[in-house]
């Protein structure tokens, strides 16, 4: 039997997959909660576990090798295998893995299992259920952009309150408060090197080269466990790092920060500028938003295409706006588009994409079953963050018996204390992460039920930050050549055309 000849559901013999993206999560047993629940998916499904991949692992960022290294062990067998996963997102966040995972499933190679889900895509899966699939995706997707724009309020209320949301330069440190809450306060061993490095510099007697000779007699190291010597290029990101003067600066933005400066803003300038020699006037990017920005290359010279305005004012005092596109013809020459054209034909490409009554049903039912899995799945982690969260709280009590018996010192109290407060702030955080996460997640479910009924409609009445996010949720490849708009659609969407063709009597494939 070759591996064309694999009957649907055919595989017997099965690889578990248990994921989580940090260390924090595999030593909050993540990892273990989840094996448990795969066994009993196996032993249900009378499916032999010839091996089970526990990765620690983000599945959003870098080449994701512990993941690779189970897609091989999967190529190397000689049956099918059926990957069992918790849920969607534990395989993959985004549509990356896609054609890796599709081409295993279409030799019947492969099956992929999803136990809280509770379905199976394999060789014999129909074009629905692999859009279900894909959908599963999107969500995961959308959960993931969720916690970014978590972290990102996060990071914007630290800005307005003044606080690092990262790691602190040299001269300061990282540490946790009584509270348990992370913050920053300056290093009392290399602080006064660092003002000293200032203040020799700023005489302009010393070239990087020999401030860095200089700071190595004194003794000054950086701060990681080897506590190596300071390079030029160290001492160039110290000087001119505005948060030794009060000023941190976050993507390119300056923010106050609330720790005491280690130099004066005066001290820093004067360093500023013997290394400038003169001023400099700074660049300044025009913060407009424009719909294409970053997303259209030109389908002739394949450089990217940038968007401005022009702008007339009229003899009765009246202005008018309009924005065009840059790109190039075949000859190398200039061609301007109005953005308005180009924004007609994005909405006629999304007009393209309806879909059936009777698809849209079956998308609104399994919706309705992944957001009651998704429910289920999150009350469940929730439960376990609030149960380990109440075991600490007795081990906190009972440190105080332990003091008052002696069994321990005031030294030892205090430390003991500190890191279960400090595990309890990160409980806390994942609670609230997770609360965002699950109307993210909702958000992401209603937003597809949205497009499923008026996807044009919805891209019309958007903003123009709206439109970008929409552009890039639906469409890829996306190029203008010849004032013509050139695109590929995304999956699913790109079976909303096929489906629409094949209702109109076209024989293809979906």
Known sequence: MTVHDFPATAARKAVTLTRVSSREQEEGHSIEAQNHRLVGYCQRRGLEVIKSFQITESSTRGDRAKFMEMIAYIKSQKQPIALVADKVDRVQRSFKEYPLLDSLIQEGRLELHFNTENYVIH?????????????????????????????????????????LPGVSPIGYLNVRDERGKATVIVDQLRAPLIRRMFEEFASGT????????????????????????????????????????????????????????????????????????????????????????????????????????????YLNGNTGEWTYLRSWDANGKLVYTPEEKVLEQAAAALAA???????????????????????????????????????????????????????????????RRCDIRARQADIELALAQQRDCDDGFKDSLLFLLDLCRNMTGIFQGSTTPEKRQFLNYVLLNLSLKDGTLCFDYRNPFAWFQNVEKKQNGRTERI
């Open 206 to 313: 010393y070239t990087l080269e020999h401030m860095r000779e200089a700071v190595t007699s004194w003794g000054l190291r950086n701060k990681t466990k080897r506590g190596g010597e300071l390079h030029r290029s160290h001492i160039h990101l110290i000087l001119t790092n505005p948060f030794y003067s009060g000023v941190m600066v976050i993507k390119g933005k300056p923010h106050p920060h609330r720790y005491p400066a280690i130099v004066p803003r005066e001290l820093f300038e004067q360093c500023a500028a013997v290394l400038a020699g003169w001023k400099k006037k700074p660049f300044k990017y025009g913060d407009k938003e424009f719909v294409f920005r970053g997303l259209l290359t030109c389908g002739h010279s394949g450089r990217t295409i940038s968007s401005f305005t022009k702008k007339k004012t």
């Open 353 to 415: 994409l309806h879909i059936p009554e009777v698809t849209q049903q079956a998308i609104t039912d399994h919706l309705r079953r992944t957001e009651q899995a998704e429910r289920s799945f999150v009350q469940r982690q929730g439960q376990e963050l609030k149960n380990e969260h109440t075991r600490l709280q007795l081990r906190s009590d009972g440190l105080m018996d332990l003091l008052m018996d002696g069994a321990i010192t005031r030294d030892d109290y205090d430390r």
């Open 123 to 163: 060789k014999g899966s129909v074009s629905q259920e692999r859009m279900m699939w894909s959908f599963g995706v999107i969500m995961a997707q959308g959960y993931t952009d969720s916690l970014r724009d978590n972290v990102r309020r996060s990071q914007d209320h630290m800005l307005r309150e003044g606080m």
